[in-house]
């Protein structure tokens, strides 16, 4: 079956610049989770979303980062004015119920010139 | 909140030879504990997963031990082949289901 989605699978912006990153999870995975991971670096934790509850935005870097998710479906990522230190892998994980496994897109790479 | 630890960052092994991989985590209500592995260019996959009322759990070569006790869990690879050459990362659930993950383990498994 389909697994997490996730676009662009590249994105070169110009520092400065807004970027949105999109976050197509498995049907009907009640949680989802935004990482970001730096060159040769773990999972650095940003936000976490699960089903109706409040989000637990207490990863999200500054106030530059913000994330939105509709229902149980698709989120996306914002970085606002974006800085030469947000280069990285942007990873989407979404899971079942809770204490079940999650399941990862292959990330967003984005580059910041 | 829920901490979890992960040793060794860097594990070199010859090929045949067993790797293992030990996490520890802090919270005591954390009752799962998944093993995924990171390839170059790619999101990390689940390999293998236990649970807290389970003390052993074996997929062909690959194998995961928990003791609730110590709170600590590893991950065991035997006969590694190059293939196995990745990034692993431990994990644990906190008491509200959140995950945590440890810092990675990048395995070299050389010929």
């Known amino acids: 079956g389909a697994g997490v989605s996730q676009s662009p699978s590249n994105k070169v912006t110009e520092k400065g610049k807004d970027v949105e990153l999109r976050c197509d999870p498995i049907?009907?995975?009640?949680?989802l989770y935004w990482y970001r991971q730096r060159l040769g670096q773990g999972l650095e934790f940003l936000i976490y979303?699960?089903?109706?509850?409040?989000?637990?935005k207490s990863g999200l870097p500054s106030d530059r980062f913000s994330a939105e998710r509709t229902g149980e479906s698709v989120s996306t990522l914002t970085i606002q004015r974006t800085q030469q230190e947000d280069s990285a892998v942007y990873l989407c994980?979404?899971?079942?119920?809770?204490?079940?496994?999650?399941?990862f897109g292959n990330g967003t790479r984005l580059t910041v010139t | 909140g829920e901490n979890v630890e992960q040793h060794p960052s860097t594990l070199s092994v010859q090929e045949g030879d067993s790797a293992v991989i030990k996490c520890t985590y802090s919270d005591s209500a954390s009752n799962y504990f998944p093993w995924y592995k990171q390839e170059l260019g790619k999101g990390p996959q689940l390999i293998i997963d236990?649970?807290?009322?389970?003390g052993e759990k074996k997929d062909q070569r690959i194998a995961v031990t928990l003791n609730k006790t110590a709170k600590h869990f590893s991950l065991h690879i035997t006969e590694t082949q190059p293939e196995d050459s990745a990034v692993y990362f431990c994990?644990?659930?906190?008491?509200?289901?959140?995950?945590?993950f440890g810092a990675g383990t990048q395995v070299v498994v050389t010929p």
């Open positions: 994990a644990a659930t906190d008491s509200w289901g959140k995950f945590q």
């Open positions: 049907s009907g995975h009640t949680a």
């Open positions: 994980a979404s899971g079942d119920t809770v204490n079940s496994p999650l399941h």
């Open positions: 236990i649970r807290s009322n389970v």
């Open positions: 979303f699960q089903g109706n509850s409040a989000p637990d």
